[in-house]
């Protein structure tokens, strides 16, 4: 965790020192060496997105990442889990918008950590998304939280996420 941090850190910091937050998101995706997945399907009866005025209400989300942090799944390897579903929601994004420079902040994030009754780390877990929002839209991606833990999730799924997303006029 400390190394993933570490690393983290000093990523974020050669961003700011080379001015990659005046980049586009796709430019910033692309410096990091991170590609969009592929949209994943509703399991039910709902959709990925629903747009309100200028907000757009992203459905929970989860990685193809499975089983509970705190005891088949390490911290380190949900911060994985949350940071994975930050890319399907990017794609979700880009396809919510045809254009990830249509965004004008992420709002509010709920975070739902399948683990353990001991586990009490969510927050550690849910930095994995959010310091992917924040690598990837600058200012833009910083955002009002809340991080949980669940005593299980569809699919046995590591983290599910819900987004808010405020749209440019």
Same mark, same amino acid.
């Given at each position: ?19 990659? @937050? ?12 991170? /590609?969009?997945?592929?949209? /994943?399907?509703?399991?039910?009866? @709902? ?9 757009? $209400? ?7 990442? $499975?089983?509970?942090?705190?005891a088949e799944l390490?911290?380190?390897?949900? $911060? ?90």
């Amino acid at each position: 965790m400390k190394k993933n941090l570490a690393v983290l850190s000093l990523m974020l910091c050669s961003l700011l020192v080379h001015g990659l @937050y005046a980049q586009s998101p796709q430019e910033n995706l692309k410096q990091m060496g991170l /590609s969009l997945p592929e949209i /994943s399907q509703p399991i039910a009866n @709902y959709v990925k997105w629903k747009q309100v005025g200028n907000l757009l $209400y992203l459905s929970g989300t989860g990685p193809k990442i $499975y089983g509970k942090v705190g005891a088949e799944l390490t911290t380190e390897q949900g $911060y994985e889990a949350a940071k994975a579903t930050g890319l399907e929601v990017i794609a979700v994004l880009q396809a919510a918008t045809g254009d990830l420079g249509k965004i004008k902040q992420v709002v509010k994030v709920l975070g739902m950590v399948n683990s353990t009754p001991e586990f009490t780390a969510h927050p550690a877990v849910m930095n994995g998304f959010s310091d992917l929002m924040v690598a990837v839209f600058g200012e833009k991606g910083k955002h009002a939280r809340s991080a949980i833990g669940v005593s299980s999730l569809p699919n046995n799924m590591a983290v599910e996420i819900e987004v808010i997303v405020e749209l440019e006029h």
